[in-house]
């Protein structure tokens, strides 16, 4: 079964950087290539709703934030790797959550998990103080 799969989470100390990779189990997800999906980043803390993190549109042209991650953290892709990937700089406690990616057929780089069929199983990433 097509699958997406996260990786590269860990313990980190605040302050610190962090980069989770993304990429389908196969060669193709759910009958398409990996370069026909736009790409979500979405984190969920314990207690607290799955939100919005970053998004990358299919050829990479496009992205967007979380108005308070801005400036922190990076989502970029290479599609000769199939893979997507969420860069994290100057990492806070506040920052531990397990980490989501997912993957939509929708234009533009949407930012609603709604817009999102297909979703990894996460990964987790713990900021120590």
């Known amino acids: 079964q097509d699958q997406l799969v996260e990786s590269g989470g860990g313990l980190v100390q605040a302050g610190g950087s962090l980069r989770v990779s993304c990429a389908p189990s196969?060669?193709?997800?759910?009958?398409?290539?990996?370069?026909?999906?736009?790409m979500g980043w979405f984190r969920q803390a314990p207690g607290k709703e799955r939100e919005f993190v970053a998004a990358?549109?299919?050829?990479?042209?496009?992205?967007k934030y979380a108005d308070s991650l801005k400036g922190r953290f990076t989502i970029s892709r290479d599609n000769t790797k199939n893979t997507v990937y969420l860069q994290m700089n100057s990492l806070q406690p506040e920052d531990t959550a397990v980490y989501y990616c997912?993957?939509?057929?929708?234009?533009?780089?949407?930012?609603?998990?709604?817009?999102?069929?297909?979703w990894g199983q996460g990964t987790q990433v713990t900021v120590s103080s």
């Open positions: 196969g060669r193709t997800f759910s009958g398409r290539t990996f370069s026909s999906y736009g």
């Open positions: 997912a993957a939509t057929r929708r234009v533009g780089a949407p930012t609603s998990l709604n817009e999102y069929p297909y």
């Open positions: 990358i549109t299919w050829n990479g042209g496009s992205t």
